[in-house]
Each structure stands twice: as structure tokens, then as C-alpha cells.
């Protein structure tokens, strides 16, 4: 076992008199109600106190240890804090260890991942975790991954949670809450008070306490060499969308140019400017108020400025948060799914321009082997540029969004299609219109040739005035007049990147990375394969995935298995809740062989299994949306079970598996259960 740095642990350590709140610890002489799960590795307790820890001396490679807390409450905006280290002896970019920190909610069968790292230190790491208020009971689920190193260790030093903002501090613990300064080699935030004799530190009462023994932040000039030197103190990262009130206490002395400026930056390193201030001097504590707006992500930076080895001092005390804005204004009344559309009742917020003519249509095609349907459920609407109706030369088509407020960061989302002859550059463009429609750009089109399947694209976007997304198809001449097909536009605000900082399992599974948390059962059996494009054979299988349409999904090779041979796969191991739960998946059943498609329920302990539906024969050329609503009040294992038909084209895939808690919105839609045989089967619909 590698040995933990202790070198900061009395630093750390909470002071005496304070008392801890539920689902706090600081593992000096107890776990305070964490136990480790039975079904994994022990976390254990150090004889001296300071940490909890697990090792390679207790297991290998993809061996886990889960601690669960005691039943919590937050009722209230609460801050979880996390003090660890992982210690490794190598940095492997292959099954690293890993810490996970999740949040099980009462009557959910599936734990949300909140937290991940696996990031190697040779001293104590901090982490804040915003956490919304509930009405539901909830635990902390601590897991350890063991990777593959030959030896490492995961260690808990400090679990502390508190009502409150992750980035409120009065800087009187020394783990600052967070906070962290950017090193400088000339000039850098530092802890003053304390009474610690800090020569440095000049001020005789900090804010909080108002005597020399409380603490603040702050930092001087006393060491500037360079023009514009600059020392950062950086708050965590919320994770939770809050908007409202940031206030900070300060004090400046100013002999020559110094600058005090607050920004907030977002995950992609983009900075905006929140409050600057003047060049007064100040030498008693002063209040200041900014309006804070972070729907996505974001560091509030402290940064300071000095041109010269003389230019004085700030000092920082007491950041605290309010959910009500100082001024007041009023949050801005956006919600993104007024800007986005499925399409499957009408055209949501979206509009045409009348003077174009009715260049987009609203159209269905029933499940058949020859046009895919839609992509929101298969079996639904999409819109449909240059159609039959209004492919000519010259024939432009737009699509107009509702009105997006600017000054805010955007992820627009769509998927789309193309069928026709050859190239169909820019058959179908994005734009975005400024408010008076005068200031107009282009910011995607089409460069491919068509391939009929749908695509997804992203796009990031910020305008400083309110504007409008527009979807432009575009006939030059005969030959690129194919069709056009667009569906489920999303419009978020932030990063489109910002979704890929935690894996989304056990609640949700692309294959995008991975297989997730799912195995397979190969004792006698076939396999299931995880693939990107199209399937071997001709006439069978999807030609890319339901997720983005380049990226992965699981299916069954009919050519490498014998009739009747099953491939299984199963998930992990879900919690049981007398709540209804509710399984979202996509599967894509194509050839004229086709065999079975089960999804069956498996107790914890118990050999025999639920049949949950069923899929028998062709179903689609297209992806289309599977809904079960099932309750289990034990733990429980979801298994995919695919039955290899008659001929090699009976492929058989599965993507984008999603487990929701509570009862499926659109249950109605499981009552189509197409054969392959009927009738109407290969009928398509305008």
C-alpha cells in the first residue's frame, strides 16, 4: 500500500468545538454511520484515526468498495465537501482508479452520479458539490474503483456538509472551501489573520469575526517585478444552475495602479466580466453586490492587478450567495424547451416565413423496411424540406425559432437527414438573425452527400443581442433537390461539452465510451458487439447508431450464430423501490429473418426472470423507441435478450438506454406492436 501524504492533515482537521451535521465526518475515531456495502470491498478505518481508506492489497483491477451514509435530508441548498487523495504509482491512461461520488434518492432505482475523478495527487485534493433542495430522503454513495495499477490506494479524509452555497467562504476553515489562489511566482493570494503575526498581513480585524484571531483573504504588491502582474483566487465550480445576489466583503489600499476585478469563467475558459472596482482607497471592510447568472458551470475569479512593486494591497472576507438579485431585475423568464421541438404535435414556437411559401413539411412515415421513420420515437413526425410538392429550382425553405435572449452561452442541438442524387452542399444551413433580421451569419451547413440516416449536430453560439436560430434549405438546381429531413431541435444553455463531464450511468447508456456497468452472459451463448457504422451483412441491421448517427450501439452478429442461439446482456445490479420505474431504449430489428427481441426483470438472489416485452420479426429499417413502466421492491438486474432468426439477416441492435423514475409519459405508444407482417406494413404516409 502507498503511503497517504499526511503532511496536511492538521490543517485540515475541523475545529474542536465544532459540531458536525448529518452526513459530515472526519473519521477520527468512527465512520459516523457510513458503512461499507457487504457486496463490495471494505473501506477501513485507520488505527490512528484521520482517514478511511481501500487498497490494492484488498483487490485488483475493476474491484470496487461502496460506502453508503445515513439516510440525509436537504430541505434546504446544501454544500457537500469532499477532502480524498488517490495515490498511485504510475498514471495509466487505461482503467485508472477511480473515486465516484453518486446520490441515491428514495424510491429511485438508479444512484446519480454527481462527482468523478481519477486524478493521482501526492497530497489531500478538495471538492465542492452543490446539492438542491428535496422533499425526498437521500444517501451519499462513495465509490472506490480499483484500476490498474499495481498499487494504489483511495483515501476519505474529511466529508463535510453544509447549508448553503458551494461558493459562500469566511475563509475560517483552512481548507479555504475550495478556494483556490493560481500560482504566480511574483504574486499570489495568501490566508492573513489568525493572529499568526503576519507581518504582511497589516489589517487588525478580519470581517467575519472582526478581531485578529478571524481569517480572510489577501494579497500585495510586495513582490512585483513585471507590468501587469496578476494573482487569481479561483471558487469552485458550481454544478448546480443558480442565478441571484454574489457579495463579497473588501478592503484596497492604493498607491499606484492597481486593478480589482471579479469575472466568472466557464468550462470552456471563456471569461466575462462581473464587477470591477473603483479607484477609491478603502481601509474598513466594504460591502459589494453583483447580480451572478451561472445556468451552466461556472469559477468566480477573484483577480488582482498591480504595476508595481508599490501599488498596495486587497483584502477579501465573507462571499456569500442569495438567490434573490441585488438590484431588481428578475431572472431571465427563459426556459429552453420553449426553443426546442420534437415536432410530434406540431411545430412547437417555430415558424415559417409566409413569403417563402410553405417550404417545410410536417410528415409521419409508418414503421416499413424500405424510409426510415423519425427519430424522436421511430413511428413519429419530422420535417421535411424539398419534398415532392416543392423541390424546384430556386425553392428556398426557413425555419424559424422563437427569440433567444442574448448574453447567454447556447448548445443547439438537431438531428438531420438527406436522401438524393449526389453532393447537397449546403442543401440545409443554420443561421442566426439578430432581433431587427438586418445581421444575419451563417454558422453550419452541409457538406457531405447523402446517406439517409439521421445525424446529430452541435453548435455553440453567444450573441449579445436577442436572436433567432434558422434552419434554411436551399434548391439550387434539379440534381441537389433531394429531401431535407429535420427533427428534434434542443436548444440548452451552456456548453454542449458541459454534459460530457460525468458519465451518465447507471441512469443512462450511449455505448459511446463503453459498454457502461452492462455485462455479458457467454456460457453457451452468442455475443453481443459493441460497433460503430453499418453491419457486415447487406440488408440487415442499422447502418450507424440512434445517439448521434457516427457513434456506437450494441447488436448480435446473425451471421456468426445458429438459429434459435440467444445473446444476453445485463445490467448492473439497480436498487428496488415500491415506486413505478420507467426503462426508455431504442432497437432496430431489420431483415427478413429477424428473430427475438426479450427484455426480462432478474431479482437479486432468485434464478427465475420477469418477461417485461417482447419484439418478434421485422419491425423497422429504422431505430424505434422502446417504453416499459415495471416496479421491483428488490434489487434488480434489466437483461437484453436477443434470439438469433432464421437467416444471417436477422441482426438485432440496441442503443440509448435510459432508466427515469416514475411512471412512462407516453405509455400509449407500447401498443404498437408491428409484426412485420401486416398489411400496411411497407406503407408510407405524408
Not at 459562500?168 to 504574486?187: I, K, T
Not at 432496430?588 to 426483470?601: Q, S
Request: hydrophobic share 35%; glycine share 8%.
Amino acid at each position: 500500500m502507498i503511503l497517504l501524504c499526511l503532511l496536511t492533515v492538521q490543517a485540515l482537521q475541523f475545529g474542536e468545538t465544532l459540531e458536525l451535521s448529518a452526513g459530515s465526518c472526519a473519521f477520527e475515531d468512527s465512520t459516523c454511520g457510513y458503512v461499507s456495502d457487504s457486496t463490495s470491498l471494505p473501506w477501513i478505518l485507520n488505527e490512528e484515526g484521520h482517514y478511511i481508506s481501500v487498497d490494492t492489497s484488498q483487490g485488483t483491477n475493476g474491484d470496487t468498495a461502496v460506502l453508503l451514509s445515513p439516510d440525509l435530508h436537504s430541505e434546504e441548498w446544501s454544500c457537500i465537501r469532499l477532502i480524498y487523495q488517490i495515490a498511485t504509482s504510475s498514471e495509466l491512461p487505461v482503467d485508472p482508479t477511480t473515486l465516484n461520488l453518486y446520490r441515491r434518492v428514495e424510491g429511485e432505482s438508479f444512484d446519480h452520479l454527481l462527482w468523478t475523478t481519477t486524478e493521482p495527487s501526492e497530497s489531500w485534493l478538495i471538492a465542492s458539490l452543490d446539492v438542491r433542495n428535496s422533499t425526498y430522503k437521500y444517501k451519499i454513495v462513495l465509490e472506490g474503483v480499483l484500476g490498474r495499477d499495481i498499487s494504489a490506494s483511495i483515501a476519505i479524509f474529511e466529508i463535510k456538509i453544509t447549508t448553503g452555497y458551494c461558493i459562500e467562504c469566511n475563509f475560517e476553515e483552512n481548507h479555504l472551501c475550495g478556494f483556490m489562489n493560481r500560482w504566480n511566482p511574483n504574486v499570489n493570494w495568501f490566508v492573513g489573520g489568525g493572529n499568526i503575526g503576519n507581518s504582511q498581513s497589516i489589517l487588525p480585524r478580519d470581517h467575519t469575526l472582526n478581531d485578529e484571531f478571524g481569517h480572510y483573504m489577501y494579497v500585495d504588491s510586495l513582490y512585483v517585478k513585471h507590468f501587469q502582474e496578476v494573482a487569481q483566487l479561483v471558487s469552485p465550480r458550481t454544478t448546480t444552475p443558480m442565478s441571484g445576489c454574489l457579495s463579497f466583503y473588501y478592503e484596497m489600499q492604493q498607491e499606484s495602479g492597481i486593478v480589482f476585478t471579479v469575472y466568472m469563467k466557464d468550462i470552456t475558459g471563456f471569461y466575462e466580466e462581473l464587477w470591477k472596482a473603483d479607484s477609491t482607497v478603502n481601509t474598513e471592510w466594504v460591502l459589494a453586490e453583483v447580480d451572478f447568472n451561472a445556468p451552466y458551470p461556472m469559477e468566480v475569479i477573484f483577480e488582482v492587478a498591480f504595476s508595481s512593486a508599490k501599488g498596495g494591497y486587497i483584502a477579501l472576507d465573507d462571499v456569500s450567495f442569495s438567490p434573490v438579485f441585488c438590484s431588481n431585475q428578475t431572472d431571465i423568464s427563459f426556459a429552453p424547451i420553449e426553443a426546442s421541438c420534437t415536432f410530434e404535435e406540431n411545430l412547437c414556437n417555430f415558424y415559417q416565413d409566409n413569403k417563402d411559401g410553405p417550404g417545410w413539411s410536417r410528415v409521419k412515415v409508418k414503421p416499413n423496411a424500405y424510409r426510415p421513420g423519425d427519430h424522436t420515437t421511430g413511428m413519429g413526425y419530422y420535417l421535411l424540406a424539398n419534398t415532392k410538392f416543392t423541390s424546384q429550382p430556386g425553392y428556398i425553405g426557413r425555419l424559424y425559432s422563437p427569440t433567444l435572449p442574448g448574453n447567454l452561452q447556447y448548445c443547439l442541438r438537431f438531428y438531420y437527414a438527406l436522401y438524393g442524387f449526389f453532393k447537397m452542399r449546403d442543401s440545409l444551413a443554420v443561421y442566426i438573425f439578430e432581433e431587427n433580421h438586418v445581421v444575419q451569419e451563417k454558422i453550419w451547413s452541409v457538406l457531405e452527400t447523402p446517406k439517409g440516416v439521421w445525424t446529430q449536430v452541435e453548435i455553440n453560439f453567444k450573441k449579445p443581442m436577442p436572436c433567432k436560430v434558422v434552419f434554411v434549405s436551399w434548391c439550387k438546381n434539379f440534381w441537389d433537390c433531394g429531401l431535407v429531413a429535420l427533427d428534434d431541435v434542443s436548444v440548452g444553455i451552456g456548453s454542449c461539452h458541459s454534459t460530457d463531464l460525468l458519465p451518465a450511468f447507471p441512469r443512462e447508456c450511449t455505448f459511446e465510451r463503453n459498454e457502461c456497468a452492462f455485462t455479458q452472459q457467454k456460457k453457451n451463448r452468442g455475443s453481443w458487439h459493441r460497433r460503430r457504422g453499418q453491419t457486415p451483412t447487406s440488408y440487415t441491421g442499422p447502418k450507424g447508431d440512434h445517439t448521434t448517427g457516427v457513434g456506437h450501439y450494441m447488436y448480435i452478429e446473425a451471421s456468426n450464430m445458429v438459429y434459435g442461439q440467444k445473446a444476453r446482456l445485463l445490467s448492473k445490479f439497480l436498487q428496488g423501490t415500491s415506486r413505478p420505474q420507467c426503462l426508455i431504449f431504442f432497437y432496430h430489428m431489420y431483415g427478413a429473418g429477424t428473430g427475438i427481441l426479450n427484455v426480462h426483470v432478474k431479482k437479486h438472489g432468485e434464478k427465475d426472470e420477469t418477461l417485461l416485452w417482447r419484439r418478434r420479426g421485422e419491425q423497422s429499417i429504422t431505430w424505434l423507441r422502446g417504453l416499459i413502466e415495471y416496479t421491483c421492491d428488490t434489487n434488480h438486474q434489466i437483461i437484453f435478450e436477443a434470439v438469433r432468426g432464421m437467416s444471417i439477416k436477422s441482426d438485432i441492435a440496441i442503443d440509448d438506454i435510459k432508466f427515469q423514475s416514475g411512471p412512462c409519459k407516453e405509455m400509449g405508444e407500447t401498443t404498437i406492436q408491428s409484426s412485420g407482417y401486416s398489411a400496411d406494413f411497407n406503407e408510407i404516409e405524408y
